[in-house]
């Protein structure tokens, strides 16, 4: 799937709708709430913003450990650039693994550890950041900040 990535042209994807069908791909979570507040918002992006939302859901269940709730919502930082908020209320990640979270092949579970640096990459051809900024022991919290303006002059989100 990652070898899609930078290949499809962006256009404007319906945000709360692309969470809600990573959502559908966890049927066995009825214990889990979910908080789509991504109402009435547009991302230029492709058909990868679902995997995204997925790989950060599949993340959460994988590594929080005591995740019974998660939260994906969106704020103006200034005028320049959004923000999208995800954030579980499990057992968060440790400070010392913070600076690796990225980093190709990191894992602390045995995994391929790549999730987390693609996703880094399918940020980048979209022009966006992310960054986790959770506190330990309270949960993770991803903000990924979004620019107004992407790097083909386009708007990167519209807000209905």
């Known amino acids: ?5 930078g290949v499809e042209e962006l256009k404007y994807i319906n945000a709360e709708k692309a969470l809600n069908e990573a959502i559908a791909l966890f049927s066995g979570s009825s214990s889990l709430e979910f908080i789509n507040d991504c109402h009435g918002l547009s991302l230029l992006a492709d058909s ?6 997925y ?3 599949d993340n959460s269940l994988k590594h929080g450990e005591k995740v019974t709730k998660i939260r994906v919502h969106y704020e103006k930082a200034d005028q320049d650039e959004l923000i999208v908020v995800f954030e579980d209320d499990g057992v968060g990640i440790s ?5 690796k979270l990225f ?11 790549y999730g987390l640096f693609l996703m880094r990459k399918m940020m980048s051809v ?5 960054q986790e900024n959770g506190e330990p022991g309270k949960g993770a919290k991803f ?5 107004r303006i992407s790097q083909n002059g386009k708007e990167n989100f519209q807000i209905a």
């Open 55 to 57: 790989n950060l859901i």
């Open 1 to 5: 799937m990652y070898e899609q990535l």
């Open 126 to 130: 979209y022009g966006w950041s992310i």
């Open 103 to 113: 980093k190709e092949g990191f894992s602390t579970s045995g995994t391929s550890g």
């Open 143 to 147: 903000t990924m900040t979004i620019p």
């Open 48 to 53: 990868l913003l679902t995997q995204l939302f």
């Open 95 to 99: 400070a010392e693994n913070k600076p």
